[in-house]
C-alpha cells in the first residue's frame, strides 16, 4: 500500500477504466483522478485515488478492504474487461516457520 506499485494504478488499469466512462453503462460513474495526494496518515504524498467533487483522498486502507469485500462477493462485479497486463512477478521471500531451525529450501 501507499505506493504506485497496486494494480489498480497500472496505467492498462486506468485506460480500461477510462474507456468504460466513455460507454453506454459508464458514462454516469464519477471518477476521481489518479494523482499524487498528502496523506496525514502516513505522513507523505503518494499515487492516490480521490473524490470527483472535493478531490479528497481515498485512502488506500479503505480501498484494499473494498477490494477484499468485492473479492469475496462475486455479485459485487459490474462490470469485466480483459486486460493484458504482461508479464507480471511478484518476488516476495519464502520464510517458514521451524522448530528444528531446518527450513524447506
Known sequence: MWDSEDIDKSPRIQEAVQQFLKTENGRHLKIGALKNRYSKTV???????????????????????????????????????????????????HWCYSENGEFCE
Open 43 to 93: 505522513g507523505h504524498s503518494y499515487l492516490s485515488h480521490g473524490c470527483f467533487y472535493c478531490d479528497a483522498i481515498f485512502g488506500d486502507f479503505y480501498l484494499k478492504m473494498d477490494n477484499f469485500d468485492s473479492q469475496n462477493d462475486p455479485m459485487n462485479i459490474r462490470h469485466i474487461v480483459k486486460i493484458d497486463l504482461g508479464e507480471m512477478k511478484e518476488e516476495n521471500p
